[in-house]
């Protein structure tokens, strides 16, 4: 049992979902720190990788960041704000300043810039209601391209592949959708 768990139900007496919500934010701070630097760097991600997420679906370069981002938003919902100000005392500084009050002042100057340039990069993604984002394709229209009787951990899969790719093309239609479902799927037969 994980120690947060613990406190908040045999200490506290709170609710387990509470215990969840701060396990997330915790999770979601770590994976927040991974993203920091692609969004301070408004360099070419072409080596940028992050490395919580291994197998992403097959993007450009550059929708990689709105992939990543889309997510975590995804999985944290309205608590990304609060998670992205953890993650930013969990980022690295590099301090030079002569004196302590200088460093603090400095530090915490630096930190609210961070936090503010990634909720910019959010917005301008447009992620800030993610969570609300209605696939494109339902089960039964993965089921019919599949060609499969049931559904199960293949059309999940398939899912999350969708997902993904939503996020890459966020003006894309679900004919878009399926049409590049299609092509995928014939491609990995073909390999199998």
């Keep these: 049992i994980l120690v947060v768990r613990y406190i908040f139900m045999s200490s506290l007496k709170l609710k387990s979902s509470d215990a969840e919500t701060v396990i997330n934010l915790h999770n979601a701070a770590e994976k927040f720190v991974s993203l920091i630097p692609l969004v301070l760097s408004n360099e070419d991600m072409q080596n940028a990788e992050v490395n919580w997420k291994r197998d992403i679906v097959h993007a450009p370069i550059s929708s990689k960041l709105c992939i990543q981002a889309g997510l975590l938003l ?16 969990l980022y690295p500084s590099d301090l030079e300043c002569p004196t302590q009050s200088a460093i603090e002042h400095f530090e915490l100057d630096k930190r609210r810039e961070i936090i503010m340039m990634i909720e910019k990069e959010v917005l301008k993604l447009g992620l800030e209601k993610v969570w609300e984002m209605k696939p494109l394709v339902n089960g039964k229209d993965i089921m019919s391209v599949l060609q499969l009787k049931t559904g199960g951990p293949l059309v999940r899969e398939w899912q999350q592949k969708l997902l993904e790719w939503q996020l890459a093309h966020p003006s894309a239609s679900a004919e878009e959708c399926i049409d590049w479902m299609k092509q995928t799927h014939s491609k990995r ?3 199998e």
């Design 74 to 89: 995804r999985n944290i919902k309205d608590f990304w704000r609060a998670a992205l100000l953890l993650s930013t005392l």
């Design 189 to 191: 037969d073909k390999t």
